[in-house]
């Protein structure tokens, strides 16, 4: 499975970013996908992710102001990023797991090669 994110920019603090990642090689209306970010000098963290029944996790941060959302006639998740704050700044990575949800980046089999989002304050 290749995993292609996109989405990713520059934005003022406020602000929005819709996150994509396609999914190709396989479908991915088995697999739970989730989104985890890396912020320079920090570890990867989770950020969200939906299972192939619709359910979702969040980690506290995100809650009430990302939403993560699948299409699988297109192959795709997405993020929506509202109320943009500084400290969201981070590379942003999809990933892909066969099962349920999870919330360990070493849960998952496949990744995204990550898009870079940047806010300003």
């Known amino acids: 499975v290749q995993l292609q994110a996109s989405g990713g920019g520059l934005v003022q603090a406020g602000g929005s970013l819709r996150l994509s990642c396609a999914a190709s090689?396989?479908?991915?209306?088995?697999?739970?996908l989730g989104w985890f970010r890396q912020a320079p000098g920090k570890e990867r963290e989770f950020v969200a992710a939906?299972?192939?029944?619709?359910?979702?996790q969040y980690t506290d941060f995100a809650k009430g102001r990302f939403t993560i959302s699948r299409s699988n006639t297109k192959n795709s998740v997405y993020l929506q990023m509202n109320s943009l704050k500084s400290e969201d700044t981070a590379v942003y990575y999809c990933?892909?797991?066969?099962?349920?949800?999870?919330?360990?980046?070493?849960?998952?089999?496949?990744w995204g090669q990550g898009t870079q989002v940047t806010v300003s304050s």
């Open positions: 090689g396989r479908t991915i209306s088995n697999y739970a």
């Open positions: 990933a892909i797991r066969l099962g349920v949800t999870a919330r360990e980046d070493y849960e998952y089999e496949y």
């Open positions: 939906i299972g192939w029944s619709l359910g979702t």
